[in-house]
């Protein structure tokens, strides 16, 4: 009886909402009008005679797209465990699970991304949605940080590609675990901690939503999932879309090869591969096995950089740190980490290797 | 009009995956393990499409549904390639130039065919993937005089490269284009300069070394370089 009622009460819902219909016809109009103008432009393309760039117009938008569908599983992931968080976790019960004590929270954050193997295009849903329910400030930052790299998918990718040096393999997951803990700790010793925060921390992730109007949960919660997960996904796709784009763009007009010459230096080449890390934006999944290709060239060091670097600050992270912390807070996260991993990678090459 | 806008996006980005399954243009923008990944956002998409336009309203969002159209627009204005030699150019070769560790355990090469003159090496018929192999294991590409290869990759040119000389390119993806390694190998064919660059080529010949002072470069003395049209799958997958 309910089903019937629910698709009752959608129908009606439907017919009940003229003043939607025109919006809808408005969008379409525009979206065919779109189409239209897209379909001559890309006829006219080969006609351009702008060989070069144009060569360079693909590579950008074919790395960029990429980057996007590679990426829009994971952010659909992290959107839709943020709307379940929002939906199925109450504020008492992560009260109840979670540790209040700064080293205890960070230490929780730093590992729960064994439970929520999410890379960085969707952790910072989960980190923000988990903060809106009352969960400590070191454990969201700390979870944001670790989870692209201590989770099971990336530490058995980093396994494949790294199996023939373990202390590697050890040494990225434990780098990356410690500098989250680090970095969360300090930012939990603010003395408020609501002025790291972007001020609407507590609403999904698209800006200027409200709660009350924007949806209701009498259509079950289903509809009230999707609605959470539209809202989330719609706050963070600029951040994504802007990040591969800068990202595709980098690629496409700094020549690797500019960066190669310093492979061997023990501090130069670490500070390479970490810029090369921000630079490339690759998924944490995968950026084992490119490490792997500058292995003959770079310092042991450096690719410790790059592996642990990489997952902690790129172009597109840093973009959706935006969306949890103040541009002062992510600056600050940036240095940290940048100092950490320079730090320990320049270490590694002076003593270790 | 944002909740409109909303459904339009999504529906677009649902028809965006459906068009690059559909065409086979994925295979352009990620390594084909991740395809079923992006099959799997469909239905979100066109799930969460179903409801955004019955909501009542949304906040101001216009970069958030600038930023869901670019992708859509750049399927739509942009001819759909794989990276060529632009990307080659762009990329520098550089890291095709990195070898793994001595030792590496990723290293798949049969030792025997890592030495000089080893046992076999003449008996195979090497493609790119077989040749950056073995570049992996032994930089020097040793013990490869007189084998056959057969190369099918995109025509690439650097500057100063003489007109009987090209480089047959291709890229190795492991996850998605951002993450491409370009692998060349010289071939020498005297109808090298009438070849356009980014035309795919089979080029049939067998190797030979050239080069002084002691450092020899191996190559492709090419019998035969036909066109061929772009493979399906136009990256290589380790």
């Known amino acids: ?37 897209a379909v001559a432009v890309r006829q006219g393309w080969d006609s351009v005679g702008l060989d070069a760039a144009r060569g360079q ?33 109450t ?15 960070a230490l929780v954050g730093a590992s729960l991304g064994l439970l929520f193997p999410i890379c960085e295009c969707g952790i910072v849903a989960v ?10 400030l070191p454990l969201a930052v700390a979870l944001m940080l670790a989870a692209p790299v201590v989770n099971p998918i990336v530490i058995a990718s980093t396994w494949m590609a790294f199996g023939h040096l373990p202390w590697l393999v050890a040494g990225r997951i434990v780098l990356v675990f410690a500098v989250a803990v680090i970095v969360a700790l300090v930012f939990g010793r603010h003395q408020r901690p609501s002025e790291l925060l972007v001020a609407p921390v507590g609403q999904p ?65 670490v500070l390479t591969l970490m810029g090369l890390a921000v630079l490339l934006s690759i998924c944490s999944t995968v950026d084992a096995f490119v490490a792997l290709s500058f292995a003959g060239t770079f310092s042991t060091g450096a690719i410790l950089a790059f592996l642990t670097f990489g997952p902690l600050v790129d172009v597109k992270s ?36 | 009009l944002g909740a409109a806008a909303r459904a339009v996006l999504l529906l677009g980005l649902g028809g965006l995956v459906v068009w690059n399954l559909a065409s086979g243009q994925v295979h352009l923008y990620v390594n084909e393990r991740s395809v079923w990944l992006v099959a799997l956002t469909l239905p979100f998409l ?20 600038i930023a869901a159209a670019l992708p859509i627009a750049l399927v739509l204005l942009i001819p759909a390639r794989p990276l060529g030699s632009a990307a080659l150019s762009a990329l520098d070769a550089g890291a095709s130039e990195a070898r793994p560790p001595a030792g590496a355990a990723s290293s798949p090469w049969p030792l025997e065919l ?100 002691g450092v020899r470069m191996p190559f492709v003395e090419a019998s035969a370089v036909r066109l061929v049209p772009q493979p399906a799958r136009p990256y290589l997958y380790p």
Not at chain 2, 46 to 53: D, G, H
Not at chain 2, 55 to 65: A, D, N, P
Request: with cysteine; charged share 15%; aromatic share 6%.
């Open chain 2, 114 to 213: 890592t030495a000089a003159g080893g046992p076999g090496a003449a008996m195979l018929t090497w493609d790119l993937r077989l040749l950056e192999r073995l570049r992996g294991s032994d930089p020097e590409m040793r013990g490869l005089e007189g084998a056959p290869a057969s190369l099918v990759g995109f025509v690439h040119r650097t500057p100063g490269l003489p007109s009987d000389q090209l480089l047959v390119g291709r890229f190795m993806v492991r996850c998605c284009a951002a993450d491409a390694v370009p692998i060349t190998f010289p071939v020498h064919y005297p109808g090298a300069a009438e070849l356009p660059i980014d035309a795919w080529v089979e080029v049939e010949g067998s190797i030979r070394y050239a080069g002084a002072d």
């Open chain 1, 91 to 105: 504020d008492e019960v992560l009260a109840r699970v979670l540790p209040r004590h700064p080293l205890a929270s």
């Open chain 1, 205 to 269: 992730a698209s800006a200027g939503h409200d709660h009350e109007h924007g949806h209701d949960h009498r259509h079950g919660r289903l509809r009230a999932l999707l609605d959470h997960a539209n809202d989330e996904f719609f706050g963070m796709v600029k951040y994504l879309v802007l990040g591969a784009l800068l990202a595709a763009v980098l690629q496409t007009v700094v020549p690797r090869s500019a960066l190669l010459a310093t492979g061997q230096d023990p501090a130069l080449s």
């Open chain 2, 46 to 65: 066109l799930a969460m499409a179903a409801t955004a336009w019955r909501r009542s309203s949304v906040g101001r969002e216009r970069l958030s549904q």
């Open chain 1, 127 to 136: 980190s923000r949605r988990l903060l809106a329910k009352g969960a400590p």
């Open chain 1, 318 to 353: 840093v973009l959706m740190y935006g969306l949890l912390l103040r541009r002062r807070a992510v600056v600050l996260l940036v240095l940290l980490c940048a100092q950490l991993i320079y730090l320990v990678g320049a270490f590694v090459n002076l003593n270790l290797t």
């Open chain 1, 1 to 37: 009886v309910s089903l019937a009622e629910s698709r009752v009460e959608a129908v009606v819902g439907r017919i009940g909402s003229p003043a939607r219909s025109p919006s809808l016809l408005t969008a379409a109009t525009a979206a065919v009008a779109a189409l239209v103008v």
């Open chain 1, 57 to 89: 117009v693909s590579t950008a938008a074919t790395v960029f797209l990429g980057i996007f569908l590679e990426a829009l599983p994971f952010l659909l992931l992290g959107v839709f465990a943020a709307a379940t968080i929002e939906l199925f976790v």
